[in-house]
């Protein structure tokens, strides 16, 4: 192991990337304790409090890596550029210009990614706006622990224009950082660089939440925590690493005077060919609905309840609570959909039954075209459904047997969740995968086998 490590740092070019990516999460660290201007501090303070005690805040505080307690510049996270993504692709099927830009090879994705990015910018400014107003005076008497108004906490007290905007600019100039920094890990680091910073928010929450479980429940609980998590680890991998080889024969021809073809290779389908993006993808789409719930109007008499505080407690009650019922049915159904949403996107049976038929190749005893096609759907849909299952399982059942050891709504009760060794698992491991085959261009023995 340590020559591998040692192996890693003896290539200059493998060498640049590790570091190139480190110091850009470590510059993603930093931003996530400066607080934004004009925040009062010890307003702060109680909102960490808050985010330790659970409930929505413990929720947004997650997946933002400690920045929403903070009230850092990092605060909204990447979940703008993943929500505008979902909203590109979903556009795609429906839109044909932006399906025409997708089968457009390089030059098509330049312009997708560009769209994306003004999307991107355009979530940041609403949600930016939104956790503006709904930090002061918590968004008109609701506390984002469920709690009533007396509860709430007033981030911004010289809540004025000039300084509102001055809070949405740079939570929006932070998302927009935030960007440049994935895209540039992905260029010129090693691993996808928005994965990476999501791995990063969700693994900085990990060491302080231990702490906090072990101050409230012994060490008794810290080993039951642990030991789930190594089980996970090894389901995980073992999933993970799991293919269906689809054989792939190519005929002989004559080039020139030369004979070329007749050799043999496969189409390496993955039990979860969609990795930890459903995970990703259902966690920012019901991200959506308890930020934008805690903005509906609510009647400062807290005898009187009206339509909007029916709403955000409800939200806060079966969406903000990781055990809750409710929140896990719903949960489970998206990872699944998502699964097979963006597994039909990275893998198209028709237009790779197109490319095996141009390139003379076949599948033995199924004749190219239509019937080679229907056969990749098929075998794409039959491991695709255990993988997400599998995935949802992963996120769903943990969950529940940790409320058995821990306040559900706890901060603790995210962090431990199978979300969590999800998104760390299956970004290291696509991140190992990239360092092994640098490594092994060069000669060297990688890390997996």
Do not use: C
């Amino acid at each position: 192991m340590l020559t591998r490590i040692t192996n890693m740092f003896r290539v200059a070019d493998l060498r640049n990337k590790i570091l190139f990516t480190l110091s850009m999460l470590v510059i993603f660290r930093l931003g996530v304790a400066i607080p934004s201007p004009g925040v009062d501090l010890d307003a702060v303070d109680q909102l960490r409090n808050q985010a330790d005690a659970g409930g929505v805040t413990g929720l947004l505080n997650f997946f933002s890596g400690g920045a929403l307690s903070q009230f850092a510049i990092f605060a909204l996270g990447i979940f703008p550029y993943i929500t505008a993504s979902i909203i590109m692709q979903v556009l795609g099927v429906v839109i044909p210009r932006i399906e025409q830009w997708q089968n457009q090879g390089a030059v098509g994705q330049r312009k997708i990614t560009q769209w994306t990015r003004y999307l991107t910018i355009a979530i940041a400014i609403i949600q930016a706006t939104s956790f503006s107003f709904l930090f002061h005076n918590g968004g008109g008497g609701f506390s984002l622990t469920g709690g009533n108004a007396n509860q709430a906490i007033d981030l911004l007290p010289n809540f004025t224009a000039p300084r509102v905007f001055l809070v949405v600019l740079t939570l929006t100039a932070g998302t927009a950082l935030l960007m440049w920094m994935g895209e540039l890990i992905t260029q010129k680091g090693i691993g996808n660089g928005m994965s990476l910073i999501i791995f990063a928010s969700v693994v900085s929450t990990i060491p302080n939440q231990f702490s906090l479980v072990k101050a409230s429940e012994g060490w008794g609980a810290v080993f039951v925590i642990a030991f789930m998590y190594l089980a996970l680890l090894v389901a995980i991998v073992f999933v993970e690493s799991g293919q269906r080889q689809i054989p792939v024969q190519f005929a002989k021809r004559v080039v020139g005077r030369r004979m070329a073809g007749g050799q043999s290779t496969y189409i390496p389908l993955k039990v979860n060919q969609s990795g930890v993006i459903p995970i990703i993808f259902a966690s920012s789409v019901l991200y959506l609905p308890i930020l934008l719930s805690a903005v509906l109007p609510s009647d400062s008499n807290p005898d009187q309840n009206t339509w909007g505080e029916s709403v955000q407690n409800w939200v806060n009650t079966h969406l903000g609570d990781p055990a809750d019922t409710v929140y896990l049915i719903v949960f489970a159904l998206m990872i699944v959909g998502f699964a097979y949403f963006y597994t039909a996107i990275t893998f198209d049976p028709v237009k790779q039954a197109d490319q095996i038929r141009k390139q003379g190749g076949f599948i033995p005893g199924i004749r190219p075209g239509r019937q080679t096609e229907r056969y990749l759907g098929r075998i794409l849909s039959r491991i695709t459904l255990p993988g997400a299952l599998f995935i949802a399982a992963v996120a769903v059942i943990p969950a529940i047997a940790l409320s058995q050891y821990i306040d559900s709504r706890s901060a603790a009760a995210y962090s431990f969740s199978g979300i969590s060794v999800l998104i760390a698992v299956g970004v290291a491991l696509e991140t190992m995968k990239q360092i092994d085959s640098q490594l092994m261009m060069r000669n060297y023995e990688g890390f997996l086998k």
